[in-house]
């Protein structure tokens, strides 16, 4: 079961290669982003939010951004630009979510132009989320998916915030990646080249709980064709517990050394469950939790990014509210603690 069923049944240009590096003294990263979503692909787990985003305004969505950006987002990654047949933004298409904000992308893209905020934009989901292979394979949708990001380039690759695709249809390791999930990925990269040659690309698979030090999976790596990859730590989904990941970093460090192409990037999960594993409401972890989580992942990676925070943090007194009542508690002690131990921009 993957994170797709969650709750369901610096700027990289300074960064040297990897190849180059080696971990850095330990100290615990803060994160430098998180995922964004305009309404959570299930209904079950997001009970807690997905009922007031559609009310938001263009105000409410710019200061959503805004308030990331505070406490010292850079990066946002877009969970779907579609979602049951309809899309987030006026398209030729699909027809549009009935938000009260008639264009929630060009909202989001243009507040983060105005604080300088990357959007790693999606490419999906142009077909049922839940049947993850048949949308990497399907050539229906890959038609669709194809138009979609000629559209969305074509709207909106103007804003300057507009710096990269993210491919969410999740990709599976069992020490390995699947051939259908490498192929998919590739094909997306390709055409992503061909609409937006200077665009950064993105995937975060799941599956870190089976990674081990392998020459076949380094093999993958060095034809992979994505600049980066932020590994689900799968700790929300109680597959690894918070304190034990490191392992499994240290062993993708390794790798990605050795292939030398995609940058590695952590994906912490900050969420945990009302009541039974994925078929209760998410709610907010505690933030000893997540600190463990950011400690875990520090030394082996480049950055690390929250999934997420729309719905599991939010600003005190905020305009922009959505989520869990504990969702405020556990924005202040994260800000807390960056305040106490970073300078804080």
């Given amino acids: 079961m993957n994170r797709r069923h969650f709750l369901t049944s610096t700027a ?33 787990g997001a009970k807690h939010w997905n009922h007031a ?21 850079e990066y946002l990654v877009m ?38 905020i990357k959007f790693f934009v999606s490419n999906d989901y142009w077909s049922d989320w839940v049947q993850v ?38 990709t599976e390791l069992r020490s390995v990646m699947n051939d259908v999930a490498f192929a998919y990925v590739n094909r997306c990269s390709q055409i992503a080249r061909s609409i937006t040659p200077k665009a950064l690309t993105m995937i975060a698979p799941y599956g870190t709980q089976y990674v081990t030090l392998n020459d076949q999976y380094i093999r993958q790596l060095e034809n992979l064709d994505v600049h980066i990859i932020a590994y689900q730590d ?9 304190g034990e990941t490191a392992q499994y970093f240290e062993a993708l460090y390794k ?22 594993i994925y078929r209760s409401p998410g709610v907010p972890a505690t933030f000893e939790r997540v600190l463990q989580q950011l400690s875990d992942v520090s030394p082996f990676v480049e950055h690390t990014l929250i999934y997420q925070y729309v719905g599991l943090m939010n600003k005190p007194g905020t ?9 405020e508690k556990l924005y202040t002690d994260y800000v807390q603690w960056k305040m106490n131990n970073f300078i804080f921009h």
């Avoid at 803060?30 to 299930?42: L, M």
């Avoid at 559609?54 to 950006?69: A, C, R, S």
Wanted: with cysteine; glycine share 6%; charged share 20%.
């Fill in 12 to 44: 990289l240009a300074s960064c040297l290669p990897l190849t180059s590096c080696q971990p850095a003294t330990h100290f615990i990263k803060p994160a430098v982003g998180s995922w964004f979503e305009f309404e959570h692909h299930n209904q079950v």
């Fill in 53 to 73: 985003l559609p009310k938001f305004t263009t105000e409410q969505w710019k200061t959503l951004v805004y308030e990331m950006h505070e406490i010292g987002f």
């Fill in 79 to 116: 969970l779907s630009v579609s979602y049951d047949g309809k899309t987030y933004y006026p398209s030729a298409l699909q027809p549009r979510h009935d938000f009260v904000c008639d264009d929630p992308l060009e909202a989001v893209l243009a507040a983060a132009d105005d604080c300088g």
């Fill in 133 to 170: 292979s048949n949308g990497m394979v399907d050539e229906k949708t890959w038609v669709l998916r194809q138009k979609g990001m000629e559209e969305i380039a074509a709207n909106y690759g103007h804003h300057k915030s507009f710096y990269g695709w993210y491919y969410p249809h999740e």
């Fill in 234 to 242: 799968e700790v929300g989904v109680h597959k690894i517990k918070a």
């Fill in 255 to 276: 790798m990605h050394a050795k292939a030398g192409r995609a940058r590695l990037w952590a994906d912490i999960e900050i969420f945990d469950f009302e009541a039974e």
């Fill in 319 to 327: 305009t922009a509210f959505a989520g869990h009542p504990d969702s």
